[in-house]
């Protein structure tokens, strides 16, 4: 089955992770999985060129994703507008915990507002306190209501923030499911069910996680083939219009 992965990295996270990813294995695992296409990011707000290269050498099979720390002001939405407008990339990536800001802080408004002016949507990391938790990212979302918001992780590993990722997308229909690392199969079709059969998909999180265990999870949920198919494929294509 055709698949589209919603959130990988290029690059080496070096630091307590130890792990790395280069773009020639990261295609052959597309290739030997069938994930026509990657949203990819780099492994911080300092190494977007890796993206920039990996996208260099297939683009057709990247949707490359600019990272960036909104606590940097200036600097961060200069970079931001460099990617998107000068080498064409099609999204935002931020990380709360990584950066250390709240997710739904000042500081992140004028990358909200860029998003919504080049009309791209927003990849944020989910799952951690006190930054990253879903009533946070969902305060985010209420206040800029058309951009588009992906909650990457939906909660994470943690069974009250999963249950607030589902609640928080019920309640606003401007955020996204992704579902890379997070334990649950039954949540990914409790998702298609009660959030929206569109808004919860596929992800890998490379170099964090292998391609066969994520997909292991949309394969047991519960959904039926259709279901299956939207969540690995039909949702991404349609919310990356592509
Ligand atoms: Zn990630």
């Known amino acids: 089955m055709k698949k589209i992965d919603l959130h990988s990295h290029v690059g080496n996270f070096g630091s307590w992770a130890g792990i790395k990813s280069d773009i020639d294995s990261i295609i052959k695992n597309m290739d030997t999985y069938e994930i026509e296409k990657t949203v990819l990011c780099s492994a911080n ?17 990247i949707f490359p994703i600019v990272y960036v720390n909104p606590l940097e002001g ?3 939405t200069d970079i ?11 999204g935002i990536k931020l990380n709360p915990l990584k950066n250390a800001f709240v997710a739904d802080e000042e500081a992140v408004d004028p990358v909200m507002e860029l998003a919504e002016m080049y009309d791209i949507p927003v990849f944020m990391h ?3 306190p006190p930054y990253s938790l879903p009533w946070s990212i969902a305060l985010l979302a209420e206040r800029h209501p058309k951009v588009r918001l992906v909650m990457i992780h939906m909660g994470h590993g943690h069974g009250v923030y999963i249950d607030a990722a589902l609640k928080m997308a019920r309640r606003y229909d401007n955020i996204y499911l992704e579902m890379s690392g997070m334990p649950m199969g ?13 808004r919860i998909m596929f992800g890998i999180d490379t170099p964090f996680h292998h391609p066969t265990v994520e997909m292991q999870k949309v394969i047991t949920s519960g959904l039926d083939e259709k279901g299956i198919e939207d969540v690995f494929y039909n949702n991404a294509k349609e919310f990356l219009r592509i």
Request: aromatic share 12%; hydrophobic share 20%.
């Open 80 to 90: 931001l507008k460099e990617y998107i407008e000068n080498f064409g990339f099609k």
């Open 126 to 128: 989910s799952g951690h």
């Open 186 to 198: 039954s949540k990914i079709k409790e998702a298609y069910d009660t959030v929206g059969r569109n």
């Open 74 to 76: 200036r600097k961060c």
């Open 45 to 61: 707000q300092n190494t977007n060129e890796d993206t920039n290269d990996a996208f260099k050498k297939y683009p057709d099979r």
